[in-house]
């Protein structure tokens, strides 16, 4: 996957304490879902999880990617 489609893909969080699955709308299948149900936790849907901007490093350099669920125009390359 790459950075771009990550920061379109749903986002998710686990804290440990209490045992919830925060995912973003559409996040999970219902198959996922289930399995996280079966192994006690519970799971809790949210319209938007968090805001972000991402930095990776490839090949020649770095990729950088603005968060596009507040008009972040997508990725950019830095060599």
């Known amino acids: 996957m790459s950075l771009a489609d990550a920061m379109r893909a749903p986002r998710l969080h686990h804290q440990a304490l ?3 699955l925060m995912v973003e709308t559409n996040g999970l299948s219902k198959d996922a879902e289930a399995g996280v149900q079966r192994i006690g936790d519970a799971v809790r849907y949210l319209g938007a999880l968090a805001k972000v901007n991402a930095v990776m490093r490839v090949a020649l350099g770095w990729e ?16």
């Open 18 to 20: 209490p045992d919830t």
């Open 64 to 79: 950088g990617v603005s968060e596009p669920q507040v008009g972040g125009t997508g990725g950019t390359s830095a060599r």
